[in-house]
């Protein structure tokens, strides 16, 4: 931050060594990140929140209800953007955030279908990712 540029701050759910986890949506453990981060680094407009990076689900009608109020998905329930950015203001948190888009960021296709896009929305901006490697496992 002392250097002028500005950061993005995320969750990563995606396995790696050592973890197995690969949540597709976000859980209460991202509120716990959140909870933590958002602490240190409320309103500091050098600061970008990613509420969740590349959300893993597919881009159905039923994935974009998923990806903004949570659902079951997989047999497991997850929260959905629109609690994870009221969180994060309830916080005091002021941040601009991005809103990865469904198909782990690959796509924005539907998202401003207003049934779609979460409410409170002042400062958050969508974001895309290339397209996703086919160990993301989006399908349905």
């Keep these: 931050l002392s250097a002028g540029l500005t950061v993005v701050i995320n969750p ?3 396995p790696v060594r050592g973890w197995t986890a690969d949540e597709p949506l976000p859980t209460s453990l991202t509120l716990d990140f959140w909870r933590r981060l958002a602490r240190d ?3 500091n407009p050098d600061v970008v929140f990613d509420l969740f990076n590349e959300p893993r689900v597919p881009d ?3 994935g974009w209800v998923r990806w903004r109020d949570g659902g079951t ?3 497991v329930a997850y ?3 629109q609690a994870v950015l009221s969180f994060i203001r309830s916080r005091g948190a ?3 955030v991005w809103a990865d888009g469904l198909a782990a960021a690959s796509t924005l296709e539907d998202l401003f279908d207003f ?3 979460p409410s409170a929305a002042a400062n958050v901006s969508p974001s895309l990712a290339e397209p ?3 160990d993301h496992n989006c399908s349905p």
Excluded: D, I
Aim: glycine share 8%; no cysteine; aromatic share 8%.
């Design 79 to 81: 929260l959905g953007m």
């Design 60 to 62: 159905t009608p039923a």
């Design 41 to 43: 680094y409320a309103n």
């Design 12 to 14: 990563q759910t995606e």
């Design 94 to 96: 002021a941040n601009v």
């Design 132 to 134: 996703p490697a086919a």
């Design 115 to 117: 049934k779609h896009a």
């Design 73 to 75: 998905y997989r047999g």
